[in-house]
């Protein structure tokens, strides 16, 4: 059973899965696997340099030093874990952030900017995918977590000229205390230069938190998009350090625009997000989805997952990816920036099933109606169906708790539904909070 204030069912389709990634860094019960572990091909017997003759003029190529293979290094290290859910019913697993094993030390509201621009639909030939990301480029930032003799890298963006900046919350988890561990934030700005930061608020149930820098001059703060300015289909660059590799910029279309996903440390982050097949991977949490304006139209946070139950790795990108949309990232973001806190909307219903079950066409029944809350306030009756909540139309559980989060508690929305299978009705909710 699942309510819009609380998950419920969160068994993913194909179980629950450890991975980690291959390549420096990554490992999986003490196992980490460097350069080394990756042979060189050798050469097919019979044939020589001789078989194949340089061209007129051209000298031949000299001898090549033969290739040491080391031994496999073992050594602790922290997993890069993640939940595998399933991409057909629009789930996403949580990216978290690149992982590592630290081998020496440790090292008001806020003026967001929105734009109302329309972005160009496509890339063109005269550098504009290049342009959006030289944009964005001052604004992100690099965040390296060091807690204990593990840490993590992920990426923010900035939101003003205070020192604010907003990421994942699965990326500072464990400085803010919420994974029930302490640690320390370095942010590494677009300059190269490094800042200690605070953790001012977070949001578990939308994956976002801001952090703080202070005393840092010549921030550049991020311009973000309207939400409604997507159109599927558009061009759109993704920009942080994916695998720990900073200043890296991938690029893509968005795939759909509103998208429901579960995903989070605790998997208790439910959102409409912007899928897009640009490249995101470990590393990339907590950095912008821009549009060929450079404005931010979502926070990159979590991938689809095949389902892999390998014990040595696990898939990167499969061009499936998602992002907080920007909607909710400006309004959670100024929340904590305000009060440190952020309240969800809500229903005041209970639904059943599980909360990403795959789609029957037909709605959400609603179990139970809250007395006093905000469906029943509007009319609604437990055994309703709702088919749609303003544009979204909600077929699964998560959907309906997804469409009820991307507004703000007080907002007028128009609920649809049927009753004992009769005509689609539509009343107003003004919706309550969690």
Do not use: C, W
Not at 51 to 63: E, K, T
Not at 319 to 332: E, H
Not at 364 to 383: F, H, I, M, T
Request: hydrophobic share 35%; net charge negative.
């Amino acid at each position: 059973m699942t309510s819009d204030d609380q998950s419920g069912l969160r068994t993913p389709p194909f179980g629950e899965h450890t991975h980690s990634y291959p390549g420096p860094g990554y490992g999986t019960q003490g196992t980490s696997y460097g350069p080394a572990d990756y042979s060189h091909t050798q050469p097919v017997s019979g044939y020589s340099g001789s078989d194949f003759p340089a061209p007129a003029g051209v000298p031949p190529l000299a001898p090549q030093p033969a290739v040491a293979t080391k031994p496999r290094r073992r050594r602790l290290g922290a997993l890069v874990a993640a939940v595998s859910l399933s991409a057909l019913v629009g789930a996403g697993a949580g990216i978290g952030s690149y992982a590592y094993l630290d081998e020496g030390s440790a090292a008001g509201t806020s003026p967001i900017t929105v734009s109302t621009a329309s972005a160009s639909q496509a890339p063109t030939l005269d550098g504009t995918v290049a342009a959006a990301a030289a944009k964005i480029k001052p604004s992100v930032v690099t965040i390296t977590v060091q807690s204990g003799q593990s840490g993590a890298v992920g990426s923010g963006v900035v939101l003003d000229t205070a020192g604010h900046i907003l990421t994942n919350d699965h990326v500072v988890a464990d400085a803010a205390g919420s994974s029930g561990q302490q640690g320390s934030i370095t942010v590494t700005l677009d300059d190269g230069t490094t800042a200690d930061a605070t953790v001012v608020g977070t949001s578990e149930t939308n994956d976002l938190a801001v952090i703080k820098v202070d005393g840092v001059d010549n921030l550049t703060p991020a311009v973000f998009a309207k939400s409604s300015s997507l159109v599927v289909g558009q061009a759109v660059v993704a920009s942080g350090a994916p695998l720990g590799l900073e200043e890296s910029v991938t690029s893509g279309i968005v795939s759909n625009e509103a998208r429901p996903v579960r995903s989070g440390d605790n998997d208790d982050a439910v959102y409409l997000a912007v899928q897009t097949d640009a490249a995101i991977n470990p590393g990339n949490s907590g950095g912008p989805l821009v549009d060929l304006n450079g404005a931010v139209v979502g926070i990159n946070s979590s991938i689809a997952s095949t389902g892999s139950s390998s014990s040595t790795s696990q898939s990167g990108n499969i061009g499936i990816g998602f992002a907080i949309p920007a909607d909710v990232a400006t309004r959670v973001a100024g929340e904590l920036i305000q009060d440190g806190t952020s309240v969800n909307a809500a229903l005041g219903v209970t639904v059943g099933g599980a909360d990403s079950a795959v789609s029957t066409g037909t709605g959400v029944a609603l179990q139970s109606v809250a007395s006093g809350g905000a469906a029943a306030k509007a009319g609604l009756q437990a055994g309703d169906m709702v088919t749609r909540l303003n544009d979204f139309s909600t077929t699964t559980s998560d959907g309906l708790i997804a469409a009820t989060r991307f507004y703000a508690p007080g907002t007028k929305v128009e609920v649809s539904y049927t009753r004992n299978g009769g005509a689609v009705q539509t009343v107003q909710v003004t919706l309550g909070q969690q």
